[in-house]
């Protein structure tokens, strides 16, 4: 038992020397969509589905086929690759971890793949990425121990990755997917030929990757291999999927900054308005300047003059009316705004007159004692 353990850890470290980290690397995908997206959640046979018997598709994954099209288009044979059943310790077949899946014909062609379809929010960015290689060409050939693709007689196999924006699945096995996917750019099988350290050719795992946007509550994704030349060998192996999903933007977003803004345009239209029209109503209080019709105070005092009018020379009263008048004019001014000011200009003006015809009347008697 010793010796096994020690020849168990010895050959595990000669695969990882003969095949470095590609066959157990993978890239992280935060928040992918998919189920058993790595291919380790088990499988199950679906036969149910109208599949050949024998085929083994894994579980979250549905399979389409589509036969007929060509003169050698067969129905693709579906199949989990287990590194333990390979019969001896390799994975070369499998990206990461133990399983990949597997689809194949001999001496066919085939259009065929797998799908998912899932729930993602309408409008949304969504992007699938997968791992794949292809196993090609009519002769067998070996580099470094594993089957490599003849690429002197391959089978121009191209394989696609696909995104169907509306979430829609073939009618039933044998229906192909819709014909508006969108489908990333196709790799050939000679695109996937490398070279390692030691010099040695091998088929290498590459990475398909397509983007799109939701145009409804679920989208599809689909894996596609279609060789052109009906060779011995036409396979490929799936690895490793990924489903990204962003989000749309919400579209309240641009509406709730507009509302906040409505409040302050009350406030500019009330404020002005109160100030603005209780300034002119002020001005109309020097509209006061009819005082100066108080100015027909004195002209009631002139009816004092007749009284004196017995007097024949009294005529010569209207002569000293200029003097009267202007008077008034510059007593009005102050009158209008001292009425004490009023009774005194009064009291005056009667003083003069009454002295006016004290005077005339003395004179009057003077010349009537001479005579």
């Not at 598709?57 to 693709?76: F, H, I, K, L």
């Not at 690895?239 to 709730?256: G, M």
Request: proline share 11%.
């Amino acid at each position: 038992m010793p010796k096994l353990w020690m020849i168990s850890i010895a050959l595990m470290i000669l695969i990882l020397a003969l095949f470095p980290m590609h066959a157990f690397s993978q890239e992280p995908c935060p928040g992918n969509r998919l189920a058993n997206a790595s291919f380790e959640e088990g499988s199950r046979n679906t036969a149910e589905m109208g599949t050949r018997p024998s085929s083994i598709v894994a579980t979250g994954w549905n399979p389409w086929s589509v036969w007929g099209y060509a003169p050698y288009s067969q129905e693709a044979e579906f199949d989990v690759e287990d590194i333990t059943r390979l019969g001896r310790y390799s994975t070369y077949r499998v990206h990461a971890g133990r399983f990949s899946q597997k689809f194949s014909s001999s001496y066919a062609v085939h259009m065929a793949g797998i799908y998912q379809r899932v729930a993602v929010p309408k409008g949304s960015t969504v992007t699938f990425s997968i791992w794949v290689q292809i196993y090609t060409g009519q002769e067998a050939s070996t580099s470094g121990g594993e089957l490599v693709s003849d690429l002197n007689h391959p089978g121009n196999y191209r394989v696609y990755a696909g995104i169907d924006p509306y979430g829609r699945e073939p009618a039933g096995f044998g229906a192909p997917p819709p014909e508006d996917m969108i489908w990333s750019d196709p790799v050939i099988d000679r695109e996937t030929r490398r070279v390692n350290e030691q010099g040695l050719p091998y088929d290498a795992w590459v990475q398909l990757k397509v983007t799109a946007k939701a145009a409804a509550d679920y989208i599809t994704v689909y894996t596609k291999g279609q060789p052109e030349f009906a060779v011995a060998h036409n396979v490929s192996y799936w690895d490793d999927a990924c489903l990204t999903v962003i989000p749309p933007k919400p579209t309240v977003t641009p509406t709730t900054p507009v509302t906040p803004t409505q409040p302050p345009t009350p406030s500019p239209t009330c404020t002005p308005t109160v100030p603005a029209t209780a300034i002119p109503t002020e001005t109309t209080v020097p509209t006061a300047t009819p005082a100066p019709t108080e100015t027909k105070a004195p002209t009631p005092t002139l009816t004092l003059v007749p009284t004196d009018t017995p007097l024949p020379t009294a005529t010569a009263l209207p002569s000293s009316t200029p003097v009267k008048t202007s008077a008034p004019v510059s007593g009005s001014e102050e009158a209008g705004n001292n009425p004490f000011l009023l009774v005194i200009f009064a009291v005056l003006w009667l003083t003069a007159v009454g002295y006016i015809g004290w005077s005339v009347w003395q004179r009057h008697q003077a010349t009537d004692s001479k005579r």
